[in-house]
């Protein structure tokens, strides 16, 4: 069974850092497109950050210089490591996991397994 757990949302002040993870298991972790996503209330889900099977990171305008992506394939575990937050950064994070090794081909055709999300508040 398939599960993607993230864990490290919380609320803080604007310029705050904040670290999330997603636990995943029952699927082959090392081969997959692996992508955080948020949605605030009110707006369409936004991609934030991938990484490919390989490493390979790719971030959204908004947050690139303040966050960053990384995996641990021996823990099956994603990260997003969120400095210098601001209230625009407020919202549900998911993370997202791909069978396409090559985030920028699998954004074409969807994601396979998603997690549940966390919640990141970020007061001014």
């Known amino acids: 069974q398939v599960q993607l757990l993230e864990s490290g949302g919380g609320s803080v002040q604007a310029g705050g850092s904040l670290r999330l993870s997603c636990a995943a298991s029952g699927y082959t972790y090392t081969t997959y497109c692996h992508t955080w996503f948020r949605q605030a209330l009110g707006k369409e889900r936004e991609r934030v950050a991938d990484i490919d099977s390989d490493g390979t990171t790719y971030y959204a305008d908004s947050v690139k210089g303040r966050f960053s992506i990384s995996k641990d394939n021996a823990k099956n575990t994603l990260y997003l490591q969120m400095n210098s937050l601001k209230p625009e950064d407020t919202a549900m994070y998911y993370c997202?996991?791909?069978?396409?090794?090559?985030?920028?081909?699998?954004?074409?055709?969807?994601?396979?397994?998603w997690g549940k999300g966390t919640l990141v508040t970020i007061s001014s």
């Open positions: 997202a996991a791909s069978s396409i090794s090559y985030c920028r081909l699998a954004q074409h055709y969807g994601m396979d397994y």
